[in-house]
């Protein structure tokens, strides 16, 4: 008896994954990210690994499980590019996303961290405003936290949920909500690593530097090594009118705990395409 093997054939590109390259011994300094200033960094990423990043729009991928999904929102905000800039713009988005991760999770409570953060790609240098320069997409595989500032985090957030004591919840957890704000084709799209194939010696801490109205924001972040075993995913032509919302901690170990993520040049991009815009905006969720 003759079987035959049935060949799936996977949608998506080929894209370089930076890495990081030069860890540092345990008890070192962190390595050091600064969103606005490349200068400063202290991470070497170049050159990046080719890595296949599969397009898995269509799929239903879940946060629980692979730690990130897809979601259609047509938000009210006219212009994106008034977020940082207006406040009457910053908390007509602060309460969508509330409710959209509310919805989404199904969380007793949420807390968002903060207003959104645009990033702009290098060409777009005309979205700088006053000392507000532009915070460019990060082109290395991160996570938003560590354990330890995830926990801290958390706790500072709890204070705002009265009669809330975190280490009395049943679970609680931290995602991104991030949406494009330019139509595609994209030359930076970003792509996220399935959560079921990362381990933790895969993550490095990597101190963040991040530009804010009230001054320099710097926050423990994961930088991730290489790892062949990795699924990097993308949904190819997102629109303003959808949101990736991906796990950033979670306090249930039967859960996706965090989603490495990446902007990563996507050579199949016309070259004359308005360069990629994007918002993000945290959450802090607990469940009873």
């Known amino acids: 008896m003759q079987v035959s093997h049935a060949v799936v054939e996977l949608d998506g590109v080929q894209g370089d994954i930076n890495y990081v390259r030069n860890p540092q011994p345990e008890g070192a300094?962190?390595?050091?990210?600064?969103?606005?200033?490349?200068?400063?960094?202290?991470?070497?990423?170049?050159?990046?690994?080719?890595?296949?990043?599969?397009?898995?729009?269509?799929?239903?991928?879940?946060?629980?499980?692979?730690?990130?999904?897809?979601?259609?929102?047509?938000?009210?905000?006219?212009?994106?590019?008034?977020?940082?800039?207006?406040?009457?713009?910053?908390?007509?988005?602060?309460?969508?996303?509330?409710?959209?991760?509310?919805?989404?999770?199904?969380?007793?409570?949420?807390?968002?961290?903060?207003?959104?953060?645009?990033?702009?790609?290098?060409?777009?240098?005309?979205?700088?405003?006053?000392?507000?320069?532009?915070?460019?997409?990060?082109?290395?595989?991160?996570?938003?936290?560590?354990?330890?500032?995830?926990?801290?985090?958390?706790s500072l957030f709890a204070g705002a949920i009265p009669g809330l004591e975190l280490g009395s919840a049943k679970r609680w957890a931290l995602i991104n909500l991030w949406r494009p704000i330019t139509p595609p084709p994209h030359d930076y799209p970003l792509a996220v690593c399935d959560a079921r194939t990362t381990v933790p010696s895969d993550a490095v801490p990597v101190m963040a530097y991040t530009a804010t109205r009230g001054g320099e924001l710097v926050f423990e972040t994961h930088g991730y090594l290489p790892n062949p075993d990795h699924r990097w995913c993308y949904f190819r032509d997102m629109t303003p009118d959808e949101v990736l919302v991906f796990k950033t901690h979670d306090s249930d170990p039967d859960r996706a705990h965090q989603v490495a993520h990446t902007a990563f040049f996507d050579a199949t991009c016309p070259p004359d395409a308005p360069t990629r815009g994007s918002v993000e905006m945290r959450a802090f969720c607990v469940f009873d």
């Open 29 to 154: 300094e962190p390595l050091a990210f600064v969103t606005e200033d490349e200068s400063r960094n202290t991470m070497i990423t170049l050159p990046g690994i080719p890595m296949f990043i599969e397009d898995v729009r269509g799929q239903q991928t879940s946060l629980d499980r692979e730690g990130f999904e897809l979601v259609r929102h047509k938000s009210g905000v006219a212009d994106f590019n008034l977020i940082e800039e207006d406040e009457a713009v910053d908390q007509l988005y602060i309460d969508e996303m509330a409710a959209l991760a509310k919805e989404l999770t199904g969380a007793t409570f949420v807390v968002m961290q903060g207003g959104g953060k645009k990033r702009y790609g290098k060409k777009a240098v005309q979205h700088e405003s006053g000392d507000l320069k532009n915070a460019f997409p990060a082109l290395y595989p991160h996570g938003d936290t560590t354990d330890t500032s995830a926990y801290a985090l958390a």
